[in-house]
Each structure stands twice: as C-alpha cells, then as structure tokens.
C-alpha cells in the first residue's frame, strides 16, 4: 500500500535559520509529489510540486523540495525562515493512474522563533 | 483568485441533529473532494467526484454520512444523526481532473458536535 511519512511532527528553528522538512513515500508505482502548507483557521495552499523533469523544484515564498527517487524522498528546505512560515505542513502524493487522489502524510508543524 | 467556498465556516449543533456542509468547486473543475481533518487521524479521504459522479466514497461512514453533488456549482456532505465524535474541520477540494494536477482547498467547515 502506498503511504507518505513525514518525519518530524514538530520543527522549532529561529527566525532567519535554514530549515529541512522531511518527507519520505512508499510506492511501487510512478506518484506525483507535492507540498502544501496550512496557517490556522485555513485550508490547504499549494506550495510547490514535482511532475517530472528537474528533481528541484521551486515553490511560492523561498521553499524548495528535491526529488530523491532511489531514497523515496521530497524533503522541503528554506535557508532562511520568517516567523510568517510558522504553519502546518503537509507532503502528499498522487499515485500515477488512480483518479488523482491526494495521499497525505501527518504534517510538521513548523514553529519560527525571534 | 478563484476560490473553492465552503459553508458555513462554523457549526456548532447538538447531538443527533443533521448536518449539511456545502461546497462551491472552482468554475471548470471536474473533481471534488471531502477530506476531514482530526489531530488524532490528520488528513482524511471522504469522498470524491468526478463529473458529478461519486468515484469512491471508502473513506465515509455509510450508515450517518452522505455526499452529493446536485449540479456541477455545488458538492454537499450530510450527517444525519450526528454523533460528537464528528467534531473535525471538514474540508473540500476541487480540481481540474488531471490526475497529476494540484487540488485547490476550501477554508473548511469547523463542525462541533456536543
């Protein structure tokens, strides 16, 4: 069965420092892979997504993911964080072929401190 | 921006009363969504549309929940009864039925069931 794991539920990082959310996915089948982000009170926003082609991808407010095929992985990164990215994030996936069902991991909760 | 809109945002209600949450998808979006969303399960696949047709509602409890799309402007998600433990924020999604494109999310609707 497919899944996604997100490594950290909780992440604190001071304000202007670099931070890495960890996503890894089981598949035996080609998946899409995206991020979201969700602030309090909100639904989900697009952060950023992985098709095909280059395995870096950018996505809106600084963040990147690269796409580690042989690791199974699609971790976001930031080098340099605001406290305005304190938010909920969530990796998903969307198996190649099964009506573009979103499967998501349990979200990382990122926590920016002055 | 178009928007996916839910209503309403909050509902508060008693125990053994029907519930209707209602979903605008994005005008040309083919495919919709119901996700719920707990602390302790996260992230939930109800349900999901294609063209008005239901394609998989496992994720639904049979015997309260039901889903509905009456025309392609407006999904609805009915509990009758409902039960405390449905207390969750309930989220719709649309999308544009490819099945490697983004899904775009409503605010929810924060259901409590006392």
């Known amino acids: 069965a497919q899944s996604v794991t997100q490594l950290d539920s909780q992440v604190p990082v001071f304000e202007e420092a670099p931070v890495e959310l960890r996503c890894n996915y089981s598949?035996?089948?080609?998946?899409?892979l995206f991020w979201y982000v969700q602030y309090p009170n909100q639904g989900l926003q697009l952060l950023l997504k992985y098709l095909s082609g280059s395995t870096l991808v950018k996505g809106i407010n600084g963040f990147e993911a690269e796409f580690n095929k042989s690791q199974t992985s699609f971790h976001l990164r930031k080098p340099s964080v605001h406290i305005s990215d304190t938010a909920e994030y969530f990796c998903a996936v969307i198996i190649y072929n099964q009506g573009g069902k979103l499967i998501f991991g349990q979200g990382t909760e990122l926590s920016v401190k002055p | 921006d178009a928007r996916v809109t839910q209503t309403p945002r909050h509902k508060v209600t008693e125990m053994g009363q029907e519930v209707t949450m209602r979903c605008q998808p994005i005008l040309g979006h083919n495919t919709v969504f119901w996700y719920r969303q707990t602390m302790m399960q996260g992230l939930e696949l109800l349900a999901y549309?294609?063209?008005?047709?239901?394609?998989?509602d496992s994720g639904m409890p049979k015997d309260r929940f039901s889903a509905e799309m009456p025309d392609a402007t407006l999904a609805t998600l009915k509990i009758q009864p409902s039960e405390p433990r449905d207390s969750a924020v309930y989220f719709c999604a649309s999308g544009p039925g490819q099945g490697s494109q983004p899904q775009h999310f409503g605010d929810g609707t924060r259901l409590s069931i006392l």
């Open positions: 549309f294609r063209n008005r047709a239901p394609l998989d």
């Open positions: 598949s035996s089948v080609s998946v899409y």
